[in-house]
C-alpha cells in the first residue's frame, strides 16, 4: 500500500467516491467547490488555528483503493489534544482501512494529539460531519453518505459511538404546524418587524 498526498491529484480525490459508488442508486456526489473550500486556506478560517492534509492510498497495482483527510483544529478546546479525520472513503478491506487509520494516527501524534476523532470536518459542523449508521436513502445536502460496511471499518479498528446525531427533511410545500401559523400571525402584527424579499445585489 502506498500514500500520496493530493497536492497534485486533486480530481483523483474528488473523483473516488463517484468510482466507489457507481452502483449505488442512492448516492449524490457533493459538489467539488463545496469540497474544494474546505481545503483552501482562503476560504476555510480554521487554517488560521489549524493543520490539514489529505491523502490518496493506492495498493500495489496503483489502483485507488482509499482516501481521507486529516487534521488538528485548536480552535475547538478539548480536554484531551484530539485530531481529526474526514472525507474518509475507502473498499470494503479492513486491513486497508487499518492502514488508513494507522497513517491517520501516526500523522495526528507527531503533533502532539493523543485521541483521534472521526469521520468529521476540518471546518464548520453544519457539513460533512459524520458517520451514517442507519437509513440509507439519498443525503440530504451537505451531508455525509457511506456504505454500511463503513460503520464495521471503524468499530472493527476501534472507533466507538461518541454522539448521535439526526438528520431529517421535510417537503417544501407540506403544511406547516398549527404553531407556526399562531406564532406567524402574533409577530406579523408587531410594528417592529418587517420582512421584504432580498434582492441579489
Known sequence: MKKYRT????????????VLYQHDKNYIRPLDKDIEEVFDPSKNKFFKTGECQRFLFKNKN?????????????????DQPTGGLGFFDCINDQETANFIFDYCKNWLHERGMEAMDGPINFGE????????????????????YNFPY???????????????????????????????????EKHRRNPSISAEPMKKK
Open 150 to 184: 463503513y460503520k464495521d471499518l471503524f468499530e472493527n479498528y476501534g472507533f466507538r459511538l461518541y454522539f448521535e446525531q439526526l438528520c431529517f427533511s421535510r417537503p417544501i410545500f407540506a403544511d406547516v404546524s398549527r404553531v407556526f401559523k399562531v406564532m406567524h
Open 125 to 144: 459542523r453544519d457539513k460533512f460531519w459524520g458517520l451514517l449508521s442507519d437509513g440509507f436513502s439519498p443525503p440530504l445536502f451537505g451531508m455525509n
Open 62 to 78: 496503483n489502483q485507488t483503493v482509499g482516501k481521507v483527510a486529516v487534521f488538528i483544529n485548536t480552535f475547538y478546546k478539548q
Open 7 to 18: 497536492k497534485n491529484k486533486k480530481k483523483e480525490f474528488l473523483q473516488f467516491p463517484a
